[in-house]
């Protein structure tokens, strides 16, 4: 497969998931009626094909990748609060769906002048905010898996300060490297790929529940022991779940999508890493075609791989 077809992939996927998933956030599994298609409504009354926050600030960190030339954490904060005031990156204008805990960041960023903005003594702050829009920094340092998860990491403490939300980031943007290369999905999802990834990073002891989660016990899981909470572990579990028991891009997204709560995340960090694995001619014709701002993200894609190069 052409690997502009896997960038593309991952930040349409990304894109799409999000759009899918918005209308049904905040509701809980099988409340609703199955969503397959773009719907209007939800809690920001999103339009057809509208992305929230997830895709908008993943597209805040491909530009500053970007126009940087690489990481750079206060353009990317910079960017991000350019969003959530005028709706920089988002898809008709305005800033819908920012997190607690990136809100506090960006405060924090405007008071402080911080580059690692994140609160780090948090005991409710493992959210998924990070690890939602993570997919740029992956496919921008594609060609160095240790320098990647390096600026993962960095990535995640813009906003978010508690290990356990670096350590997810770092793993997920493993994984995307690893389907960007061409890697089977068994192998990505093996225990012994999770341990090389672990031990690129030296000297360093990930938090146990990333580890367990790399020891692949959602695999065994049924639907009904998925929950696709905002909680960091929870939400890449439900992701790794639904990119484990299909065998489309299409089929692991409305399985993923539908499992309501924080759909529109789950369905971002799905479609990030299945994105990136199955390419971008996998996504249903008429998720990409109905997605707002398509071209533009593509070109992003582009931009990524070009600066990867």
Partial sequence: MEIKNRYKGSMLGLAVGDALGAPVEFTTKDSFEKIEHYRRGGKFNVEIGEYTDDTSLALCLAQSLIDRNGSDQKDQLSKYLKWFEEGYMSANGRSIGCGKVT???LYRYMSQDCSECGNSRLTKGAGNGSL??????????????????????ESSLTTHGLPICSDACIYMT???????????KDELLSVDYA??????????????????????????????????????INTLESALWAFYNTSTFDDGLILVVNLGNDADTVGAVYGQLAGAYYGD?????????????????????????????
């Fill in 132 to 153: 939602m829009r993570i997919a740029p920094v992956a496919l921008f340092y594609a060609n160095d898996m240790k320098l990647a998860m390096k600026m993962a990491k």
């Fill in 174 to 184: 493993g994984l995307i490297v690893g389907a960007i290369e061409g890697k089977s």
């Fill in 281 to 309: 001619d996998a996504i249903a014709i008429e998720y990409k075609d109905g997605l707002m701002k398509r071209e533009f993200i593509e070109e992003l894609a582009e931009k990524l791989l070009r600066g990867s190069l």
């Fill in 195 to 232: 341990k090389t990834l672990f031990d690129y990073v030296e000297n360093y002891t990930f938090h146990e529940e990333v580890v367990a989660l790399a020891q692949g016990d959602y695999k065994n899981k049924s639907r009904d022991e998925i929950e696709a909470k905002g909680y960091v």
């Fill in 103 to 105: 809100l506090r960041a």
